[in-house]
C-alpha cells in the first residue's frame, strides 16, 4: 500500500462529501428557519391545528410525552431542531473539508500539513469511536473507525518521512 496515493483518494473523498455536506447542512438550516417561522403564522397554525389527522397525532404525541403541546410549539421545536441539525452538519462538512486539503497537502510532500492531517486523523477516529454510542449500524462504525485509521496511518507515514511516491 503507498500511503500517498491511498491519503490522496481518502483526502478527495474527504472533499466530495464535505462539500456535498455542506450543501445539504445549509439547506437544512435554512428549512428549518423556515418551519420554525411558519409556527408564527397564527392563521396557517390554526388551519393545521384543526386538520383531524395532525390533531389525532398531536393527540398522541401530548399522551406519549405527557406534555400539552400545541401545533405552533410543536412546528417551532421541530424546526429548532432541524436548524440545530443542520449547524452541526456545516461543522462536520468543515472537519470533512480540512480533512480533504491537508491530506492532499500531505500527498504533495507537506510534512507539515501531514501533521495536520495526523491530528485531524486522530479526532476522525475519536469521533468515530463515540458513534458507537449515537448509532445503531455496528457496521457503519467499524467502516468509519477503518477509514479514519487508514487515513491517520498515511499522514503519520508522510509526516514521518516514511513514505515514497512510487
Same mark, same amino acid.
Given at each position: 500500500?503507498?500511503?500517498?496515493?491511498?491519503?490522496?483518494?481518502? #483526502?478527495? &473523498?474527504?472533499?466530495?462529501?464535505? /462539500?456535498?455536506?455542506? $450543501?445539504f447542512?445549509?439547506?437544512?438550516?435554512?428549512?428549518?428557519?423556515?418551519?420554525?417561522s411558519? #409556527? %408564527?403564522?397564527? !392563521?396557517?397554525m390554526s %388551519?393545521?391545528?384543526?386538520?383531524? !389527522?395532525?390533531? +389525532?397525532?398531536? %393527540?398522541?404525541? +401530548?399522551?406519549? $410525552?405527557?406534555?400539552?403541546?400545541?401545533?405552533?410549539?410543536?412546528?417551532?421545536?421541530?424546526?429548532g431542531?432541524?436548524?440545530?441539525?443542520?449547524?452541526?452538519?456545516?461543522? #462536520?462538512?468543515?472537519? @470533512?473539508?480540512? !480533512?480533504?486539503?491537508?491530506?492532499?497537502?500531505?500527498?504533495?510532500?507537506?510534512?507539515?500539513?501531514?501533521?495536520?492531517?495526523f491530528v485531524?486523523? /486522530?479526532? !476522525?477516529?475519536?469521533? @468515530?469511536? &463515540?458513534?458507537?454510542?449515537?448509532?445503531?449500524?455496528?457496521?457503519?462504525?467499524?467502516?468509519?473507525?477503518?477509514?479514519?485509521?487508514?487515513?491517520?496511518?498515511?499522514? *503519520? %507515514?508522510? *509526516?514521518?518521512?516514511?513514505?515514497?511516491?512510487?
Open positions: 500500500m503507498n500511503p500517498i496515493k491511498t491519503i490522496k483518494v481518502l #483526502s478527495i &473523498l474527504a472533499l466530495v462529501f464535505g /462539500i456535498l455536506g455542506l $450543501v447542512s445549509i439547506f437544512a438550516v435554512i428549512g428549518g428557519g423556515a418551519i420554525a411558519v #409556527s %408564527q403564522n397564527e !392563521e396557517l %388551519q393545521v391545528a384543526n386538520d383531524a !389527522e395532525v390533531a +389525532n397525532s398531536l %393527540q398522541e404525541f +401530548n399522551n406519549a $410525552v405527557g406534555t400539552d403541546m400545541s401545533a405552533s410549539e410543536a412546528t417551532a421545536g421541530a424546526g431542531i432541524v436548524v440545530l441539525v443542520g449547524i452541526v452538519g456545516i461543522i #462536520s462538512a468543515i472537519f @470533512s473539508i480540512l !480533512e480533504g486539503v491537508f491530506g492532499l497537502k500531505a500527498a504533495k510532500g507537506d510534512t507539515n500539513a501531514a501533521g495536520k492531517a485531524i486523523g /486522530i479526532i !476522525e477516529i475519536v469521533v @468515530s469511536v &463515540l458513534g458507537l454510542f449515537a448509532r445503531s449500524n455496528i457496521i457503519s462504525v467499524i467502516i468509519g473507525v477503518a477509514i479514519a485509521a487508514l487515513y491517520t496511518y498515511c499522514a *503519520k %507515514q508522510i *509526516k514521518d518521512g516514511a513514505a515514497t511516491a512510487e
